[in-house]
């Protein structure tokens, strides 16, 4: 079993509709999560991120970390067409050094249909 | 340009070739990243750096070598290309100082490399 568990997807939605991204991990001993972006042919960029469990809102974006599930979400509130992309989630043991090391999900490849 | 950069862009090569990944960052952050990305396996990690003439293996190191022998440049090397080899190569810094403000890492844009 890979460590982080990630739907491919592609999950493809009408403008205005919630968003919900998710992942799954094995290990337990993972402390902080990140949501990264990824437009098509670019590299990825920091979306979000959550130390340890509970919620993180940030305009229309929510992260939600559930540590005793194992289970990290992203809510997209009234989704843009400017949305599509894939978004990876990351999670790590740790900051700095090795500890910071991120361990990717494969990413979910969203469309917001106009 | 301030930021990551990644040369070149593209490249095709053939099997058994040495291929050579530039990368640059100009924020003189300490530690660097090399990922590869492949359709069902997302973003691995290759090789990492800490600071110059540091490098340590990541999930998928072999096949590859990095140096750094300046801190702003971590090229990776594929000494004798293989098919499989065939991916997107991304390139990360970050300051990884211990807090989540530095710890981010910046990706560059991104090398897809195809081995015939």
């Known amino acids: 079993q890979k460590e982080v568990e990630q739907d491919p997807g592609p999950l493809s939605v009408p403008e205005g509709a919630i968003v919900s991204l998710n992942c799954t991990y094995s290990n337990s001993a993972f402390q902080y999560f990140m949501w990264y972006r990824q437009y098509s042919r670019k590299g990825p960029e920091l979306l979000m991120y959550t130390y340890s469990s509970g919620n993180k809102e940030d305009g229309r974006f929510t992260a939600q970390v559930d540590k005793s599930s194992k289970y990290i979400s992203l809510f997209i509130r009234d989704s843009q067409p400017s949305d599509s992309a894939t978004y990876l989630c990351a999670m790590s043991y740790g900051l700095g050094g090795s500890q910071g090391n991120l361990i990717f999900g494969k990413g979910t490849k969203l469309s917001v249909k106009p | ?116």
């Open chain 2, 1 to 116: 340009d301030a930021g990551i950069t990644q040369s070149p862009r593209y490249k095709i090569t053939e099997t058994g070739r040495q291929v050579t990944l530039m990368c640059h960052q100009t924020w003189s952050h300490s530690y660097m990243f090399w990922y590869r990305q492949d359709l069902g396996h997302g973003l691995r990690l290759i090789y990492y750096s800490a600071a110059a003439d540091i490098t340590d293996k990541g999930e998928v190191p072999d096949g590859y070598v990095v140096s750094r022998s300046k801190t702003e440049n971590f090229p990776l090397t594929l000494e004798s290309a293989t098919r499989s080899q065939t991916s997107v190569y991304f390139c990360a810094s970050s300051e990884a100082s211990g807090s989540i403000f530095t710890d981010t890492q910046y990706f560059g844009p991104g090398t897809r490399l195809t081995v015939l």
